[in-house]
C-alpha cells in the first residue's frame, strides 16, 4: 500500500511538481532550498492537522502563484481502485483548508481514517537538549495520533490554567469557590491529558523494549509525571498548593510540568548527554515504533527529512533495514546520494531542483 | 453615490448580525422604495419596542414588560428555573418550547481573563430568588466552554447548602449562535440528559 500519483500545485516554492512511479523507498535530493522538505511538508497535509511544520495557512501558498494551492495523492492498496486524496486552498478563501476524498468534499479529520503519517525534521534534532515544552508538544503530538479526544483535553487544560493563573494574580485573595470550579476542570482534563501521555509512552516503551541495542541506539522511555495523574488526587493537589502558588505567580504542580525522560539504553546514558548522531538515532527509533503503533491497520507513511546526516555507515544500514522490513512507505530527503547507496537499487528517486522535480 | 442620510442608515444596517453592508444596501433600497408602508412600520416598531424594552426584575429577560411573560404565566412551573448564561440562551431555549418551568440569566459567564467576577453576574438576585422558597429545582444550561463550565461549578456550589435539586445539562449548551440552529431533538436530548451536579 502507498501513495502514487503526487501532485503540488502552487505549494511553496513548487509550481507545479508531480512524482509518479513510487516505491516503499522514495528519495528526494538537491541542494539545501531546492524544495524538498516541502515536498515532504505537503504530503504532510494528507493527515489531519498543521503539517510538519507546523506553518498558518497563509505561509504554504506560493509567493508568485494564485494564492491558492493544491496537494493531490493516489493511495494504492493493490487491488481494488486507488482512492484520490486532496487537500487545497482556494484563493478567495486563504484560510480555509479544503479535503477532497475521491473527488467529495470532506473533512480534514476523515484523512487520517485512509493514512497514518509520521515524520522526523532537523527542527527536532535538539528535542532532547531543549526546553520541556518541546518535549510536551511532541508527546502530544504522538499522542493525539492514537487518541483524538487529546486535542480537545489539551486545550481546555490551556484554557483552565490560564484561568487560574490569573485568580491567583489577583492583588485580592481569589475567590474559593470560583477557584473550585476551575481546579475541577484542571483535574479533569489535566488527569485524562496526562493519563494519555503516560499511556503513549508507555505503549513505545514497550514496543522499543523488543529492539535490540546495537547497533542502532536503544532508548528508554519514561513520563516524568508533573503532579498526580488522577483526577481527585490532581484536584487535592491544586487545592493544596493554592498558597504557593499564589506567592510563585503561577500554578506549579500539574500536567503543564510533565517531561518526557530518555535514556539510552544500552549505555544508561541520559539521552541529554549523548552525541548528535545517538540522539538522532533515539528518536529516529521513537518515531518508527510509534509509526507502528498509530498505524493500527491502517497505510503507514513516514517522512524522514535529512536523517541520514548525522548517521555513521553502521548505523544508516541499520536503518534502512528496519525502515524495510516496516510496512511504511518511506520517503527520505538528502543534498547528495551518496548515503543512500545501499537503497539505490530499490528506491524511486527524484532531484529537486528551484521548486521543479525530475525522476532519476 | 448615495446621501449621507441615506449612508447613515446603510452602514447602521450593516452591523445588524448576519447582514453586513451589501444585505444592508439591499435592505436600504428595499425600505427606500417602501417608505410610506414598510419604513413607516419598521419605524413604528422599533420605537416601540425602544420606550417599552426592559429587563425582567425577576429573572433578567427582555420583554417589553414587567415581570415578562415568561416570569408572569402562570401555567408555567415556578418549582423549577433554569439558568443561563445571556438573554440569546434564554430566547433559545424558550422557542424550541421544551422548558416549562422559569429562567433565570445570569448576564454572562465568570472569566479571570475578562474580569467578569461572581459579582459582576446576578448570582446574588439568584440565590435570593431559592431562598425566597417554592424553588424544587435549578438546571444549570450554561454553554459547554471552559468559563460556562466553571460558571455552573460555582453556582452549584454556592447553592449546596439550599433545599434544592441542582441539575446539569450533560454537556453544557453549544456555543453562543449555534443555539439558534438547534432542532429541537438535540435540544430536548440536552434537557433530558441533565444529570445531578456533585
Ligand atoms: N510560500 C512560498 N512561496 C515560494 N517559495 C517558498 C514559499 N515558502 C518557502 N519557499 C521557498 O522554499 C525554499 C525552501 O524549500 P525547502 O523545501 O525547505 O528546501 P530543502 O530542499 O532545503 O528542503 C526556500 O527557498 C523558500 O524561500
Ligand atoms: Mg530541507
Ligand atoms: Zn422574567
Redesign the interface.
Known amino acids: 500500500m502507498a501513495l502514487d500519483l503526487i501532485s503540488l500545485s502552487d505549494f511553496r516554492n513548487h509550481a507545479h511538481s508531480e512524482l509518479s512511479g513510487t516505491a516503499h523507498f522514495n528519495l528526494l535530493t538537491g541542494e539545501n532550498g531546492a524544495g524538498k522538505t516541502n515536498v515532504l511538508e505537503a504530503l504532510s497535509l494528507l493527515a489531519p492537522g498543521r503539517g510538519l511544520r507546523r506553518a498558518p495557512l497563509a505561509e504554504l501558498a506560493r509567493g508568485e502563484g494564485s494564492g491558492g494551492f493544491a496537494i493531490g495523492a493516489s493511495l494504492r492498496d493493490g487491488s481494488g481502485e486507488p482512492v484520490r486524496l486532496g487537500t487545497f486552498v482556494r484563493a478567495d478563501r486563504p484560510n480555509r483548508r479544503l479535503v477532497q476524498v475521491n473527488g467529495a468534499e470532506a473533512s480534514a479529520a476523515s484523512l487520517a481514517e485512509w493514512l497514518a503519517i509520521g515524520w522526523l525534521t532537523p527542527a527536532m534534532d535538539r528535542l532532547f537538549t531543549d526546553s520541556a515544552g518541546g518535549r510536551r508538544r511532541f508527546v502530544d503530538r504522538l499522542a493525539l495520533a492514537l487518541e483524538p479526544a487529546h486535542a480537545r483535553h489539551a486545550a481546555?487544560y490551556e484554557?483552565?490554567l490560564?484561568?487560574?493563573n490569573?485568580?491567583l494574580a489577583?492583588d485580592a485573595p481569589p475567590?474559593p469557590?470560583?477557584l473550585?470550579?476551575?481546579e475541577?476542570?484542571l483535574a479533569e482534563h489535566g488527569s485524562a491529558l496526562a493519563q494519555a501521555r503516560g499511556r503513549t509512552i508507555a505503549a513505545i516503551a514497550r514496543a522499543l523494549a523488543g529492539f535490540p541495542d546495537e547497533p542502532f541506539a536503544r532508548p528508554a522511555l519514561a513520563h516524568a509525571a508533573g503532579g498526580p495523574t488522577g483526577e481527585s488526587d490532581l484536584a487535592a493537589a491544586l487545592r493544596d498548593s493554592r498558597r504557593r502558588d499564589r506567592q510563585a505567580g503561577r500554578t506549579l504542580v500539574g500536567p503543564h510540568r510533565d517531561d518526557l525522560d530518555v535514556v539510552m539504553a544500552g549505555k544508561g546514558a541520559p539521552a541529554t548527554i549523548c552525541s548528535t548522531g545517538e540522539q538522532k538515532a533515539m528518536l529516529i527509533a521513537i518515531t518508527l515504533a510509534h509509526a507502528e503503533l498509530a498505524a493500527r491497520g491502517r497505510p503507514g507513511l513516514l517522512l524522514l527529512d535529512e536523517v541520514a546526516a548525522h548517521l555513521d555507515p553502521l548505523r544508516r544500514e541499520a536503518l534502512f533495514e528496519r525502515l524495510r522490513a516496516g510496512g511504511a512507505q518511506v520517503w527520505l530527503t538528502g543534498t547528495e546520494p551518496a548515503p543512500f547507496a545501499a537503497i539505490a537499487g530499490e528506491a524511486a528517486m527524484w532531484t529537486v531542483e528551484g521548486g521543479t522535480v525530475t525522476r532519476r | 453615490m448615495a446621501s449621507q442620510e441615506i449612508e447613515n442608515l446603510a452602514s447602521a444596517l450593516a452591523r445588524l448580525p448576519g447582514l453586513g453592508p451589501r444585505s444592508a444596501r439591499r435592505a436600504v433600497l428595499w425600505l427606500v422604495k417602501r417608505r410610506e408602508t414598510a419604513l413607516e412600520q419598521l419605524l413604528a416598531a422599533m420605537a416601540e419596542v425602544k420606550d417599552k424594552l426592559v429587563e425582567c426584575p425577576v429573572c433578567g429577560n427582555i420583554d417589553t414588560r414587567a415581570p415578562c411573560g415568561i416570569c408572569a404565566d402562570h401555567r408555567r412551573d415556578a418549582r423549577s428555573i433554569c439558568v443561563v448564561e445571556d438573554v440569546s440562551d434564554l430566547w433559545a431555549l424558550d422557542r424550541a418550547k421544551l422548558f416549562t418551568g422559569k429562567y433565570h440569566v445570569l448576564g454572562g459567564r465568570l472569566s479571570a481573563l475578562d474580569g467578569v467576577r461572581p459579582e459582576d453576574l446576578t448570582i446574588g438576585a439568584l440565590l435570593e430568588r431559592v431562598r425566597e422558597g417554592g424553588v424544587d429545582e435549578i438546571v444549570l444550561a450554561m454553554n459547554a466552554t471552559l468559563e460556562g463550565q466553571t460558571t455552573a461549578h460555582y453556582i452549584a456550589e454556592r447553592l449546596e447548602d439550599l433545599p434544592v435539586r441542582v441539575t446539569q445539562l450533560a454537556h453544557g449548551l453549544p456555543v453562543g449562535g449555534e443555539l439558534d440552529y438547534l432542532d429541537e431533538g438535540t435540544l430536548a436530548q440536552a434537557l433530558r440528559a441533565r444529570r445531578p451536579v456533585g
Open positions: 481546555r484554557a483552565a490560564r484561568e487560574r490569573r485568580l489577583d475567590d469557590v470560583w473550585d470550579g476551575v475541577r476542570q
